[in-house]
């Protein structure tokens, strides 16, 4: 910045605290003016609120959206679907009404793209574009009937006539360039109520789709009820309880059935044997030899000797 810029900022900023501490007047805009830019600044906070509490109707909690666990709990259903469909409650309850909240969530999002295209975007653009080059304007303004403030102020001691007739000259054209880009803001308010009755009616089709696809499920669930009300009642079987008198605490039978026995273990086959071997016929025996008769013997003396 050059020390030309850098002196005019310190005028201004020398005005604003006389004017602010010291109860210094400085030069006042018309009433038109005023009224223009308070309402300029109120249709500000109303566009930046009704985007803000819109987004947050669209979308409560964008971590987790209700289409992605929707999509969950499809996947789900339709993989136990068909253990479901001999129920009355698995062809109603789980896939009719997985069907329509499917639906619904293909309507919510065509709800949420409505909204944001006619709706929020169009706001979007004029608080970031139209808005916000009105508030450069009226600062740029500001700063130049500062400026032009203090030179008048200063007239004759050391500020020239020349001097005070540009800054008037700069503060003027200002506040004219302001002062048109808030008539062009104010005078197209048809715009935003055109687009604030674009978001009404993209409610009221949601709400009249949802209606339609939530009758039509109704519809289904009191057939439902109506074929399981005349469905024949079966009676409930008790099975035969477990018994543990009759066989070790290990084991657990039915009652009047046989324990379980293992099976064997297996065994190994038997190693193959060899063939006997040939044995040689037996040698022949020789005849017994003839034995000799017993010698007789002698007679016992004592035998035949007298006592």
Same mark, same amino acid.
């Given at each position: 910045?050059?020390?030309?810029?850098?002196?005019? &900022?310190?005028?201004?900023?020398?005005?604003?605290?006389?004017?602010?501490?010291?109860?210094?007047?400085?030069?006042?805009?018309?009433?038109?003016?005023? &009224?223009?830019?308070?309402?300029?600044?109120?249709?500000?906070?109303?566009?930046?609120?009704?985007?803000?509490?819109?987004?947050?109707?669209?979308?409560?909690?964008?971590?987790?959206?209700?289409?992605?666990?929707?999509?969950?709990?499809?996947?789900?259903?339709?993989?136990?679907?068909?253990?479901?469909?001999?129920?009355?409650? $698995?062809?109603?309850?789980?896939?009719?009404?997985?069907?329509?909240? $499917?639906?619904?969530?293909?309507?919510?999002?065509?709800?949420?793209?409505?909204?944001?295209?006619?709706?929020?975007?169009?706001?979007?653009?004029?608080?970031?574009?139209?808005?916000?080059?009105?508030?450069?304007?009226?600062?740029?303004?500001?700063?130049? @009937?500062? /400026?032009?403030?203090?030179?008048?102020? @200063?007239?004759?001691? $050391?500020?020239?006539?020349?001097?005070?007739?540009?800054?008037?000259?700069?503060?003027?054209?200002?506040?004219?360039?302001?002062?048109?880009?808030?008539?062009?803001?104010?005078?197209?308010?048809?715009?935003?109520?055109?687009?604030?009755?674009?978001?009404?009616?993209?409610?009221?089709?949601?709400?009249?789709?949802?209606?339609?696809?939530?009758?039509?499920?109704?519809?289904?669930?009191?057939?439902?009820? @109506?074929?399981?009300? /005349?469905?024949?009642?079966?009676?409930?079987?008790?099975?035969?309880?477990?018994?543990?008198?009759?066989?070790?605490?290990?084991?657990?039978?039915?009652?009047?059935?046989?324990?379980?026995?293992?099976?064997?273990?297996?065994?190994?086959? =038997?190693? =193959?044997?060899?063939?006997?071997?040939?044995?040689?016929?037996?040698?022949?025996?020789?005849?017994?030899?003839?034995?000799?008769?017993?010698?007789?013997?002698?007679?016992?003396?004592?035998?035949?000797?007298?006592?």
């Amino acid at each position: 910045m050059s020390v030309a810029g850098l002196k005019k &900022q310190f005028h201004k900023a020398t005005q604003k605290v006389s004017e602010k501490v010291g109860g210094a007047e400085g030069t006042k805009l018309d009433d038109d003016f005023l &009224q223009m830019e308070k309402k300029v600044d109120t249709t500000g906070r109303a566009v930046l609120d009704i985007m803000t509490k819109t987004t947050e109707y669209l979308q409560p909690n964008p971590a987790s959206r209700a289409k992605l666990s929707l999509i969950g709990t499809m996947s789900k259903i339709r993989g136990q679907e068909k253990g479901m469909e001999q129920s009355c409650f $698995g062809k109603s309850g789980s896939l009719d009404a997985g069907e329509s909240m $499917g639906e619904l969530g293909e309507v919510k999002d065509a709800l949420d793209m409505e909204v944001k295209q006619n709706f929020i975007d169009p706001l979007q653009n004029l608080q970031e574009k139209d808005i916000k080059e009105i508030q450069h304007h009226l600062k740029k303004m500001q700063g130049r @009937r500062l /400026d032009f403030d203090y030179k008048k102020k @200063r007239h004759g001691k $050391g500020v020239l006539e020349e001097e005070i007739r540009q800054a008037l000259e700069k503060f003027d054209e200002s506040k004219e360039v302001a002062e048109q880009s808030m008539f062009n803001l104010l005078e197209s308010d048809i715009e935003q109520v055109s687009q604030l009755a674009a978001l009404v009616q993209a409610q009221v089709e949601y709400h009249r789709q949802a209606t339609e696809i939530l009758q039509q499920l109704s519809s289904k669930v009191h057939e439902r009820i @109506r074929e399981a009300q /005349d469905k024949p009642r079966k009676e409930y079987v008790p099975k035969p309880g477990w018994s543990w008198s009759c066989f070790p605490p290990a084991t657990a039978t039915m009652r009047g059935s046989t324990p379980p026995q293992a099976p064997p273990a297996p065994q190994d086959p =038997p190693a =193959p044997q060899d063939p006997p071997t040939p044995q040689d016929p037996p040698a022949p025996q020789d005849p017994p030899t003839p034995q000799d008769p017993p010698t007789p013997q002698a007679p016992n003396a004592l035998l035949g000797a007298p006592w």
